[in-house]
Nanobody
């Protein structure tokens, strides 16, 4: 499975961005798709994830501001980010969990989001 993320950039505080991540290759049996981020000098943190049936989980820091959704037909996951704040500045990574025997997690290359104050 290959994941390619798009949509990062520079935005002012209070603004919005939408990230997208398309999976290609052997995409059968992909369960959760999700987003993580790594702020400068920090570890990579969970943001949100979504199952094929639309069930979602969010980190407390983004709940109510970020929305994750997916297009199963396109094997694509999106992250709509509203009310962005400088503390949201990070490299954002998408992930896909594939269940074939055991669980295998794949990562995208990361897309940078910078929020200016």
């Amino acid at each position: 499975v290959q994941l390619q993320a798009f949509g990062g950039g520079l935005v002012q505080a209070g603004g919005s961005l939408r990230l997208s991540c398309a999976a290609s290759g052997s995409t059968f049996s992909i369960n959760y798709m999700g987003w993580y981020r790594r702020a400068p000098g920090k570890q990579r943190d969970f943001i949100a994830r979504i199952r094929p049936d639309g069930y979602t989980n969010y980190a407390a820091s983004v709940k109510g501001r970020f929305t994750i959704y997916r297009d199963n037909a396109k094997n694509t996951v999106y992250l709509q980010m509203n009310s962005l704040q400088p503390e949201d500045t990070a490299v954002y990574y998408c992930s896909a969990d594939q269940q074939i025997g055991g669980l295998q997690r794949y990562w995208g290359q990361g897309t940078e989001v910078t929020v200016s104050s």
